[in-house]
C-alpha cells in the first residue's frame, strides 16, 4: 500500500512539475539577443518565477518519492509503474497549454505506457528478486 501511495505521488509530482516548468518558461519571453545575456536573464529567471519555483520543488518531490519507491520495490517494478505520468502529461499539456495532441502522439504515448506495463509484468515479482546477484559494494541488504 505504501508503495502505491508514493508511486502516486511522484506520477503526479512529475506531471504537474513538468507543467509547471513549461509555464515558467513560456514567461521568459524572446529568443537571445546575445549568449552571454540570455544565459544570465534565463538564471535569473528560473530562480524568480513562481511557475519555475513550483516546477522545481515538485520534481523534487518527485525524485523523492521515486527513490523511496526504489529502497522497497524493484526497479523492475517501479519504472513501469510511473509509466502513467506519460498520459497525465499529455492530458495536462491539452487542457492547460493548448497544445494539439495528433492521433500519432496520442497512440505513441499509449504505446510507451503498454509497453512498460508488458515489462512489469514479465517480472516475477520476488521470485525475481530471490534470484537477482548480490548488489556490487555488498551483498543484498
Not at 26 to 41: I, K, Q, V
Not at 77 to 89: K, R
Not at 123 to 137: E, I, T
Amino acid at each position: 500500500m505504501k508503495t502505491a501511495v508514493v508511486l502516486t505521488i511522484a506520477i503526479l509530482a512529475n506531471s504537474v512539475g513538468n507543467l509547471f516548468l513549461t509555464l515558467g518558461m513560456r514567461d521568459l519571453e524572446g529568443a537571445a539577443p546575445a549568449a552571454g545575456s540570455w544565459l544570465g536573464r534565463t538564471a535569473s529567471h528560473v530562480v524568480s518565477d513562481p511557475w519555475m519555483i513550483a516546477g522545481v520543488i515538485l520534481l523534487i518531490v518527485f525524485l523523492s518519492s521515486y527513490m523511496m519507491a526504489l529502497s522497497w520495490a524493484d526497479l523492475s517494478f517501479v519504472l513501469p509503474a510511473t509509466a502513467p505520468a506519460y498520459i497525465l502529461t499529455v492530458f495536462l499539456a491539452k487542457f492547460y497549454l493548448a497544445e494539439t495532441i495528433t492521433p500519432a502522439r496520442w497512440g505513441g504515448t499509449i504505446l510507451i505506457v503498454l509497453g512498460t506495463c508488458l515489462v512489469a509484468r514479465s517480472f516475477g515479482g520476488s521470485q525475481a528478486a530471490a534470484a537477482s546477484p548480490a548488489r556490487p559494494g555488498g551483498g543484498r541488504s
